[in-house]
């Protein structure tokens, strides 16, 4: 599955701010992160970034010698902010798409977390376009979820809503203006459904899997032309998954092995 400040070398005369950055000390990073995806990418009480995706890219940083600057963004606009220069990577735990990867680029996997449908304790509905007739969906806005939603049950008489961020998702979905909600698996049982909250809802049905919407899993998004940072960023990831970092960042929130999960 997500701080401090600075500037990083330029590419090809400033086509690229990674350019021929061998050496990362003391450079920054500016990841763009939505917060509102525990236990992936969320705030805790004090209001601190807190999450998975945060521990790994604080560890990912630190094998750089690098530091994280963490900029917070809406989910649908951290693809454009990327693009723009306003960040240097998507942090959050992004699925690797096609349709994302014809924009950006995206490191090897970091984690897969499957797409669920949730819905009330005891319903009957399940992911499919003719069970969910007639009914509304929440997703949030530009995740894969949507793209799938609307693609595959929008065009069959679904009603897909669409929301800023996934805890507006749950607060409509709670009080009844949702018949269910579309989201990864374990956002949705460790974010949701252990909490309060989520305490009347289910999983219904399935996973859903689809390599066109869903991808093979989750990494960081990158822009195009920084092959550099991409490799490096890959370089640590290899690192942290041999030494045991990766293992213990997993073991603090899940109770099982999230860079493999189904």
């Known amino acids: ?37 525990p236990p ?57 798409t096609p349709k994302r990867m014809e924009h950006i680029a995206f490191t090897n996997r970091i984690s897969n977390a499957p797409t669920r449908l949730v819905a009330r304790r005891g319903s009957p509905l399940i992911p499919t376009a003719e069970s969910l007739a007639g009914k509304r969906v929440g997703v949030e806005q530009g995740s894969s979820q ?11 008489g679904v009603e897909i809503v669409s929301y800023q961020n996934q805890d507006q998702v749950y607060a409509d979905l709670t009080v009844g203006r949702l018949d269910a909600s579309l989201q990864g698996s374990i956002q949705a049982s460790y974010g949701f459904l252990d909490k309060p909250a989520g305490k009347d ?40 998954l041999a030494n045991g970092t990766y293992a213990r960042i997993n073991k603090k929130y899940f109770d099982f092995d999230i860079y493999g999960a189904q």
Not at 149 to 156: P, S
């Open 1 to 37: 599955m997500k701080k401090t400040i600075a500037t990083l070398s330029l590419l090809l005369l400033t086509a690229s701010p990674f350019a021929g950055a061998a050496d990362w000390s003391g450079k920054v990073l500016r990841l763009g992160v939505d917060p509102t995806y």
């Open 40 to 96: 992936l990418e969320y705030k805790n009480p004090n209001g601190q970034l807190a999450g998975f995706g945060i521990d790994i890219a604080e560890a990912l940083c630190a094998e750089l010698h690098a530091k994280c600057l963490w900029v917070e963004s809406s989910w649908d606009g951290i693809i454009p902010a990327l693009l723009a220069r306003k960040i240097d990577a998507i942090a959050s735990s992004m699925t690797i």
């Open 146 to 156: 949507e793209a799938y939603a609307k693609a595959e049950w929008g065009t069959k």
């Open 201 to 240: 809802f289910e999983f219904a049905g399935t996973t859903l899997q689809d390599d066109k919407f869903f991808g093979v899993g989750d990494g960081i998004g990158l822009r195009k032309e920084d092959v550099e940072l991409r490799e490096d960023l890959n370089k640590a990831l290899a690192t942290i």
